[in-house]
Structures are given as C-alpha cells and as structure tokens.
C-alpha cells in the first residue's frame, strides 16, 4: 500500500541539511546562545521579507500574541475581538492578558473573520480586534482596517499561519498595528523547535516588546517594568535563518500544489473547496476542503495510506479552557460550529511528489461518499 503523509519534516531538512549543519556549528563555536548575532540577523532578515520595519523573535507565536496585549496594555475588563474558528492560541493569549476574547463568526466562504459581524460585537470595553489570516491566507484586512480606525481600537494579526502571505497587495505582518508570527516546526516557516516573533511599524510597541520578552531589562540586572522570559533562542535563530531562504520558494511550490488540488478537485459533488478573493495571494498553510461527510472521506483516504487532518475538530467556545467560561454556549456560533464539522486538511507541502498528489486525487474522486 502507497504511504502519503501529510507532513515530513525529516524529508524536508534532508533537502537543505548541510545549510543546518553550518548553522549548528556556528552557534555551537560561538558559544553565546540566548539574544546574539543570530537573533538580530534574523529580525533584520524576517522583517525585510515580510516588509515591515521592526521584528522582534519570542519564545513562540502565543507569546507574540500576549505580549502585542501586554505593549498596548490590555488586560483585565478589556475586551479583544476574535474569530469562533481560529486555534486556540489566539483566545488564549486574550485570556492570559486578563481579557476577555469576544468571539465573531467568519465568513463561510474565506473561513476567516467576518468583517460584517464585528461591530455588533464591539462595547465600551473593546480594545482591538485579533484577524487571524487562517490557513495562510489573509483577512479582509481594509475592512477591519476601517472599523477599527472608526472605533478607536488596536488591529493586531496573528500572522501565525501566514508567513508571506499577500492581502490586497500588502504582506501578512506589516498591516495592522502589529501582528505575531510562530514558528512552530510545521508552520511554513518552522523552527527546529519552538518560536515566535512580534513585527510591528510601531517603533515605541517595538521597544516594549523587546523589554517584556527579556525581564523587562534592557541593561543586564536592571528591570524597568515586570517582564517575561521569551526569547528566540540563538540555534533557532541560525535554522530560521536558513529556512527563511527558502520560504519562497517553499510557498510558491505549496501555490502550485494548491492550484493542482482546485483544478482537478473542482466539481466533485459535495466536495467544497477553498475559495480565494480576487485580492488575496494565500501561502496555502493547509489546503481545506469541506463536505458533510467528512470522517468517511477521512476514513477512505486512511483505507488508501493517505493522511488528512482536522483544524480543528473542536471550536475554542467548545473546549474544556471555555465550555464554562461563559462566553459563548453551545448553538450560538453555528457558523463556526458547522465548519468544525466538515473540514478536511489534505496533504500539502515540499514532502509531497506530484506522483502521491495525483494519488489523493484519484482516490478523492473515487470517493462516493458525498
Ligand atoms: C500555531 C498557531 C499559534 C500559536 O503558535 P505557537 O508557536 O504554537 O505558540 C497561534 N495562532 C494560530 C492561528 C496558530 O496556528
């Protein structure tokens, strides 16, 4: 039996592992691990590719996300927008900055954030509204832009799956007053490990960022305000600074993918898949399809050797962290909840050949079940 798997990190670095190798050894020899060389090289590099002025590397993407509330001091009785479907991560750093996230359902099309639905949302206590450009493509941006500028709030992105994804000709991270990044290993800019980073037009929010993430302390044992420890670490740094190189290239290929996957896939009865503005270059995270019948086409493609996965299964409102947080109750995110449902993630990436492409395909098609 054929073996597709979704992902293949392995695979992956055994295409660029001498630049790894490199990069290992010249942290190792250097012998400074924690806020160096690298760090700041790959800030520079990281903000020059996503066309934005300041980067600031983290210890992960919900660090990004906490620390962009902590520089604009939302917290406790503040309120944050967010969209019902997103990973958890992006409610999460709302609540670990004692605010509340308020929750708007998305788009059934773009699966992202409404923009139609935000207003009635908004109260006295709303401070900014969280975009998540979901599965590495961008939130109608100049929407919540507008809305936004009108209600006197923040717009922050969490740019956590969307490395180098385009919305309206501007890149993820340099849209909203400033976004967070992750590079978890199977984001489309991945660490070896975990990572995050801030970027931001916002020189003063930059400086902030830079003293949270390190003790508050810009000179060594002397601490302005109460700060965190979350740093990108300098052997993380260096393998970003590789990938980064590839991420183009990377994305462009994932491009060529996804066009591969709509174009064959399209008029399958049942079947719905990603649709794309006119204005948006998505970096295709993960390719989305969407049937009712989801856990048998999961089932079939399993028989076949095919791995798929589900983002997500559950929605945040649903979850163990919020079920009781009283927030939102069951029934009352339908849209949302109908989406977790019926998604389904296909395989995607560098790791897969267009000969197994061809195979999910041809085996999709078999598929009766819809
Ligand atoms: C991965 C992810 C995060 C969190 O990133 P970590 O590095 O795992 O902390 C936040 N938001 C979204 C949408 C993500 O996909």
Redesign the pocket.
């Known amino acids: 039996m054929k073996e597709v798997k979704f992902l293949d990190l392995a695979a992956l670095h055994a295409t660029i592992r001498t630049d790894l190798d490199i990069a290992y050894r010249r942290v190792m020899d250097a012998g400074w691990f924690i806020t160096g060389e690298e760090l700041e090289a790959f800030e520079q590099e990281f903000a020059a590719y996503s066309k934005v002025r300041h980067c600031i590397g983290v210890a992960?993407?919900?660090?990004?996300?906490h620390l962009i509330l902590r520089g604009y001091d939302i917290g406790a009785g503040d309120e944050v927008i967010v969209p019902a479907n997103?990973?958890i991560?992006?409610w999460l750093?709302v609540s670990q900055a004692g605010a509340t996230p308020v929750p708007v359902e998305p788009e059934a099309g773009t699966y992202n954030l409404n923009p139609s639905r935000v207003e009635e949302k908004i109260t006295s206590r709303t401070r900014a509204i969280m975009a998540?450009h979901?599965y590495g493509q961008m939130a109608n941006m100049p929407a919540l832009r507008e809305i936004a500028d009108r209600r006197g709030l923040c717009l922050i992105e969490?740019a956590?799956?969307a490395h180098g994804a385009q919305g309206h000709g501007r890149t993820a991270g340099g849209v909203g007053d400033a976004a967070?990044f992750?590079?978890?290993p199977g984001?489309n800019l991945g660490a070896l490990g975990?990572?995050?980073a801030v970027t931001t037009n916002d020189a003063e929010l930059a400086e902030k960022i830079r003293l949270l993430r390190n003790y508050g302390s810009r000179e060594k044992y002397h601490h302005e305000v109460s700060g965190y420890n979350s740093r990108l670490d300098e052997m993380q740094a260096a393998f970003l600074r590789v990938k980064l190189q590839y991420l183009e290239q990377w994305n462009v290929q994932r491009r060529a993918q996804a066009a591969v996957y709509t174009q064959a896939l399209s008029g399958k009865q049942g079947l719905f898949l990603p649709i794309v503005p006119e204005w948006a270059v998505p970096v295709w995270?993960l390719y989305v399809v969407r049937t009712r019948q989801r856990d048998s086409l999961q089932a079939w493609l399993r028989e076949a050797g095919i791995q798929t996965q589900i983002h997500y299964p559950i929605p945040p409102h649903l979850q163990g962290a919020y079920r009781d947080a009283g927030i939102a109750a069951e029934g009352t995110l339908p849209v949302s909840e109908e989406i977790h449902r019926e998604v389904l993630s296909l395989p995607l990436g560098v790791h897969l050949t267009p000969e197994q492409q061809q195979y999910v395909i041809d085996r999709i098609l078999a598929w009766n079940g819809a």
Do not use: M
Not at 60 to 65: I, M, P, S, T, Y
């Open positions: 992960n993407g919900l660090d990004a996300l997103t990973f991560a992006t750093a998540v979901l969490d956590a799956q967070g992750s590079f978890y984001k975990d990572g995050g995270h």
